[in-house]
Every structure is written in C-alpha cells, then in structure tokens.
C-alpha cells in the first residue's frame, strides 16, 4: 500500500503523462478505488494543480493549463534532456535568454540525485559544444513571431534582404524554422502572393502584429523544414546546378541533407541532384568529395569550373611524375 503523499506523486506523474485519463483507468494504474481517486484529485486541486473533471461515458480526468505554472514531475531520462538544453541555451544561438538558462539549470542541478548528476557530467564531458555558428536571434522576437503563427495573426515587416535593400512586407506567418544554421520565418507574402522564407536576423525592426487572418494550407506538403532546407538549396542562383550522381537515390540521402539540394530518382544505380551553382567552387570541392563518378549537365559556369579543377589536377600529378 503506498502512502499518500507516495500516492499523490505517482498520481501528478501519471495526470502529466497524457492529455487525458478515463476515471476507471485511472484509479486501477493507480490501484485505489474510484473514491480515493477522487479524493486525491481534490488535493492536488488545493496544492494548485490544474485538473478538470468530465461526466459521461468518455469521462475522466485532464491535466491542463492555469493561471500558475505549478511544479512537474519528470523522469530521468527527461531531466537530463532539459538540463542538456538548459546547458546549451546558455551558448546558443538564441539571445536574450542566458541568465534565465542558467538561473533554470541551478534549480534543476541542484535537486538532482547523485546517479542523474554523474550522467549529466559524464554527458558534460562528451559533449562538446563548438559555440554559435550563426547569427544569434532574440528570444523575445522568437516568441513573438512563434505567438503570431500560433494565432494567425498578420505581420509588418521592416526587411533587408541579402544586398542590404530595405523593404516593407505586410505576411501571413506560418511557422518558425531552424535550417542551416539560421532561423527563418514562413510566411506568405501578400505583396507577391505566394510563400517566402525570411531570415529572421533580416527583421530590422519590432515587427508590428496586425488583424487576423484566414488560415491556408502551408507550402510543399506540409512539412516546413524540408520546405525551407529545398528552398534554401535553390534560391542562390537563376539556374540550379544539375548533377547525375552514380550512386543509389537511398545511399546519396544519407549523405547529402535537405538544405545541400533536391535529390531525384533516375534509376537503381543513379540519382538527379539539383543544388544551387554558387559558389561553383565550393560545388567542385564538394563533387570530389563524395568520392563517386558523376555528371553535370549544367550550368555552363559549373561545367567550365570543373574542367579547370580537372586540369589543374593533371598538372600537378604531371609535375609530380605521376
């Protein structure tokens, strides 16, 4: 028989574990009778915890959201994610929320028992965080963007673009997305109606939330970070390059990402790359390093580049002896 405060723990575990528990389920996980059940619901109640109760043949118990955020109970394996994350937010690319990391990590570190602080540190060790490698956005223009996704709330825009010219755009957001290093806003642009992908550390003013608007399906299929990572890998140059890679489409998209380009299928032993051509020495680079043959068929810049890759190569094997 467990103890009540035991008891209440195990209950507060399993209410935050699901959006919802009929009554009967409930009081058998818990092995108590409906009764008690009820009776410990209305304690965590007086504790703070918000939790509604519903009648009828589909009723039970929800865990939801009140005017306090009360304690939570996590697993092991869940406190050490959140202290990982806490401990790279502190580094991240995300300004504005430092102090409030480290403030978080202390309280969580410090009630921690023994066996989970030795995997925290052993993880410490290991993991070895290069620092931020892109342009850090603010955290409060974050929220603020993530809230008007959320509400379907239009925004104005006050953005530069890749040469530095401001402009004004009046957006549908849609969703936030972490690619390449950077963050970007999807939305869609009621001046060029259609879809466009903003780089967050381009917003060189507060945005300004506007009316609501009626939501629309989102771009591709739904799938916003593929979206953008295509996007991305296209919207350098007017015309992509277009590369036959001798290699099956399965094996080359465990080794190229979405923001490298788009792969296709040609045949079993073959697949159709298309990428940005710029810079095209960076893709002359990148070709030999996939170490399989190839093909360009465009554009003419890439292909000029490649052969005086190819040239230079033979002269130095020529100076060598080889």
């Not at 410990?40 to 043949?57: E, H, K, M, N, T």
Request: one cysteine or more.
């Amino acid at each position: 028989m467990l103890t009540a405060s035991t008891r209440l723990l195990s209950l507060l575990s399993l209410l935050q574990s699901r959006p919802h528990w009929a009554g009967t389920a409930l009081a058998e996980r818990t092995g108590v009778h409906p009764r008690t059940l009820r009776r410990d619901i209305d304690r965590l109640r007086q504790l703070g915890y918000p939790i509604q109760a519903s009648s009828g043949v589909a009723g039970g118990y929800a865990f939801r959201a009140g005017r306090a955020l009360p304690p939570l109970l996590l697993d092991d394996d869940e406190a050490l994610a959140t202290a990982v994350a806490l401990r790279t937010a502190v580094t991240g690319t995300v300004s504005g929320i430092e102090q409030t990391a480290i403030t978080a990590l202390v309280k969580l570190e410090q009630v921690m028992p023994p066996r989970l602080r030795r995997r925290l540190d052993a993880l410490g060790s290991a993991i070895l965080p290069l620092g931020p490698s892109g342009p850090v956005v603010d955290a409060g223009l974050l929220a603020l963007l993530a809230g008007a996704c959320r509400d379907q709330l239009q925004l104005h825009l006050a953005y530069a673009d890749r040469n530095d010219q401001a402009s004004q755009r009046r957006v549908e957001p849609h969703g936030v997305v972490h690619a390449d290093r950077r963050w970007y806003l999807v939305a869609w642009c009621t001046t060029r109606q259609d879809w466009r992908t903003f780089r967050i550390d381009r917003i060189t003013a507060a945005p300004v939330v506007g009316a609501h608007f009626s939501p629309r399906a989102g771009p591709g299929d739904g799938d916003l970070r593929t979206w953008v990572a295509q996007s991305l890998s296209l919207a350098q140059s007017s015309e992509p390059a277009r590369i036959i890679l001798h290699a099956p489409l399965a094996a080359m998209r465990r080794q190229i990402p979405d923001t490298a380009g788009q792969l296709e299928h040609v045949d079993a032993q073959r697949c159709l790359l298309r990428c940005s051509a710029n810079p095209a020495g960076a893709i002359v680079y990148w070709l030999m390093a996939l170490d399989l043959e190839f093909e360009v068929l465009g554009p003419p810049e890439l292909q000029h580049k490649l052969r005086d890759a190819g040239q230079r190569v033979a002269r130095s094997l020529a100076r060598t002896g080889q």
